[in-house]
T-cell receptor, first 114, second 107 residues
Framework: GAGVSQSPSNKVTEKGKDVELRCDPI?????LYWYRQSLGQGLEFLIY????????KSGLPSDRFSAERTGGSVSTLTIQRTQQEDSAVYLC????????????FGPGTRLTVL | RKEVEQDPGPFNVPEGATVAFNCTYS??????FFWYRQDCRKEPKLLMS???SGNEDGRFTAQLNRASQYISLLIRDSKLSDSATYLC????????FGDGTTLTVKP
């Protein structure tokens, strides 16, 4: 079946512009996660959705970052007024929502802020 | 202190070697544990779940020690294709990942 998909795969933007990153989770998965990974670094947790609500948004690095999920499916991560330090790969993962469930990752969006 | 910690390596081993990675977690409420593999410039993919009794999948063996709060991954007879970064994860409602251990298997 279809896995987690993300778009765009690559995004180059100028400093100060806003960007929107999209994640389509596996159908039926209630939990959705956003992570950020800088080159050569580990996964940095950003936000977690269970259905449409976000019980844990503790990882969002600043108020320039926001995310929403509608219809319990697609999620959008928005970064306003992008900075060069926002350059990274943004990964989305989904799971069935139980603590024992495996997370399945999308291919990521590589964001470059010039 | 990070919630999940791993030795970053790198581990450089010859083909055929046995290599072991350890990972410690600090949240005692963690209920499930996983090892993921991440190839360069790719997304992480599940390698195996880790069960209390230990589990094996071919050349890979995972162990969990709840008392000491660590999990391990053993790779036997390593292959060139095992070269990757290995991430451990502990789930206490949501998964927390370690930063990964890099393995390079050389001819």
């Amino acid at each position: 079946g279809a896995g987690v998909s993300q778009s765009p795969s690559n995004k180059v933007t100028e400093k100060g512009k806003d960007v929107e990153l999209r994640c389509d989770p596996i159908s039926g998965h209630t939990a959705l996660y956003w992570y950020r990974q800088s080159l050569g670094q580990g996964l940095e947790f950003l936000i977690y959705f269970q259905g449409n609500s976000a019980p844990d948004k503790s990882g969002l690095p600043s108020d320039r970052f926001s995310a929403e999920r509608t219809g319990g499916s697609v999620s959008t991560l928005t970064i306003q007024r992008t900075q060069q330090e926002d350059s990274a790969v943004y990964l989305c993962a989904s799971s069935q929502g139980r603590p024992t469930d495996t997370q399945y990752f999308g291919p990521g969006t590589r964001l470059t802020v010039l | 202190r990070k919630e999940v910690e791993q030795d970053p390596g790198p581990f450089n081993v010859p083909e055929g070697a046995t290599v072991a990675f350890n990972c410690t977690y600090s949240n005692s409420a963690s209920q499930s544990f996983f090892w993921y593999r991440q190839d360069c410039r790719k997304e992480p993919k599940l390698l195996m779940s880790v069960y209390s009794s230990g589990n094996e999948d071919g050349r890979f063996t995972a162990q969990l020690n709840r008392a000491s709060q660590y999990i391990s991954l053993l790779i036997r007879d390593s292959k060139l294709s095992d070269s990757a970064t290995y991430l451990c994860a502990a789930n206490a409602g949501k998964s927390t990942f370690g930063d990964g251990t890099t393995l390079t298997v050389k001819p």
